[in-house]
């Protein structure tokens, strides 16, 4: 069978658990494998890069962003900024108190990126981070996960059904099977990013 669409996923995992009478709760299997992959998973396709301008305290996130990766100031003189805490930023506030400034350190507070100093004018910010994984449905049928690594969504989806089924037997061996797949898609993902950088040839001066 093939394994390509969100239909074809639901009806791979209902032969491989042999059941006919788990349609309405197999999606939910493939939910919780997509959480999982979202926490788990660091793949150059999960990188996006995004701008947004700086000019009060607190500045919302994109839609999808799940992890910072970068974040740099590109206007005027380019420098990244640093991810800090929000007890640190409120100790730089307090220190310096609460002046404007050029943005140096910032912290995810609820959703938005939360700088310190409060920008005295507006920056742009370039920012790179990981997106989540953009959920399977009726009407998303395939995203590049299911498109180029359909086994960590099949082991993933069996991995938890097992405990919805008290299959402990089975649960060991899709666990098993899922963190393969989530490793090699990793491993995947440093090779065609840093593959390139292997050995260099040294060039002898005479």
Do not use: C
């Amino acid at each position: 069978m093939a394994l390509t669409t969100f239909a074809e996923l639901k009806s791979s995992i209902a032969d491989f658990l042999n059941r006919d009478d788990l349609t309405s709760v197999i999606p939910d299997f493939i939910t919780l494998a997509e959480a999982d992959m979202s926490r788990n998973l660091r793949h150059w396709r999960m990188e996006r890069r995004s701008t947004a301008i700086l000019d009060t305290q607190y500045t919302q996130l994109p839609s999808d962003f799940y992890e910072p990766i970068r974040m740099a100031i590109t206007s005027g003189d380019t420098y990244t900024l640093e991810l800090s805490n929000l007890q640190n930023l409120a100790d730089q506030r307090q220190r310096t108190a609460n002046t404007s400034g050029r943005p140096q350190l910032y912290a995810i507070t609820d959703g938005s990126i939360n700088v310190w100093p409060v920008p005295d004018g507006e920056y742009t910010v370039e920012m790179i981070y990981y997106s989540k994984i953009i959920p399977l449905s009726d009407a998303n049928t395939s995203n590049w996960v299911l498109q180029y690594y359909p086994d960590a969504y099949l082991y993933g989806a069996l991995m938890h059904s097992a405990p919805y089924l008290s299959e402990d037997a089975r649960a060991t061996v899709w666990a098993s099977l899922y963190q393969n797949a989530i490793n090699g898609i990793n491993v995947d993902s440093d090779k065609s990013k840093y593959g390139g950088s292997g050995r260099r040839m040294r060039i002898r001066s005479f």
